[in-house]
């Protein structure tokens, strides 16, 4: 069974960084970073699988960036240059598959705010 905690969450002003932290306890392959504003769907943000390939939604290729501390059971987002359309409550997930559809993730952790003020 895996578990996953997410941290690191908090309000920034736009143009300011944050750095999500989520500590993973079970066997997993691909995780995730997904997102979900008030009102809209849950949408993929960036997925690492073991290898350490990574993609990108295009709203945050370049600001973003995941990683993994294998040692440390820890999955990262470092996120730069933040925009107020990035407040939402972050998720991190993991899965079986290679894909930013949050639909193919089945465990997820219970999530971290990130308010951005213009």
């Known amino acids: 069974q895996v578990r996953l905690a997410e941290s690191g969450g908090d309000s920034v002003q736009s143009g300011g960084s944050l750095k999500l932290s989520c500590a993973v306890s079970?066997?997993?392959?691909?995780m995730g970073w997904f997102r979900q504003a008030p009102g809209k769907l849950r949408e993929g943000v960036a997925v690492?699988?073991?290898?350490?390939?990574?993609n990108y939604a295009d709203s945050v290729a370049g600001r973003f960036t995941i990683s993994q501390d294998n040692a440390k059971n820890t999955l990262y987002l470092q996120m730069n240059r933040l925009k107020p359309e990035d407040t939402a409550m972050y998720y991190c997930?993991?899965?079986?598959?290679?894909?930013?559809?949050?639909?193919?993730?089945?465990?997820w952790g219970q999530g971290t705010q990130v308010t951005v003020s213009s």
């Open positions: 690492i699988d073991s290898d350490g390939y990574t």
């Open positions: 997930a993991a899965g079986w598959i290679w894909t930013l559809d949050a639909s193919f993730y089945a465990s």
């Open positions: 079970g066997s997993t392959y691909y």
